[in-house]
Nanobody, 112 residues
Framework: VQLQASGGGLVQAGGSLRLSCVAS????????MGWYRQGAGKQRDLVAQ???????NYPNSVKGRFTISRDNAKNMVYLQMNSLKTDDTAVYYC???????WGQGTQVTVSS
């Protein structure tokens, strides 16, 4: 199983980014998929999750600003991040099956 995340970068506060995760060896349509983030000196936290049925879950810190989606045909998962804040700065990770599988992280830096 491989999860390849991309799309991170440097953005100003208030801006947007879209992260992408391409999966191989696992089908995103039959697995819960999630995005996590880990800021410097902080624990890794869930920021978005999509279940097999398509239901989504977000912590209050990103609710209304972040949207997780998936493309079953492309076997990809996305994280649309809008109205970014400096507190969103972190390494973002794609994960499958409730954290059983992890991709490498992609750095998101939000400047003030």
């Amino acid at each position: 199983v491989q999860l390849q995340a991309s799309g991170g970068g440097l953005v100003q506060a208030g801006g947007s980014l879209r992260l992408s995760c391409v999966a191989s060896g696992i089908a995103v349509r039959v697995n819960a998929m999630g995005w996590y983030r880990q800021g410097a000196g902080k624990q890794r936290d869930l920021v978005a999750q999509i279940s097999v049925s398509g239901s989504t879950n977000y912590p209050n810190s990103v609710k209304g600003r972040f949207t997780i989606s998936r493309d079953n045909a492309k076997n990809m998962v996305y994280l649309q991040m809008n109205s970014l804040k400096t507190d969103d700065t972190a390494v973002y990770y794609c994960a499958a099956a409730y954290g059983r599988y992890w991709g490498q992280g992609t750095q998101v830096t939000v400047s003030s």
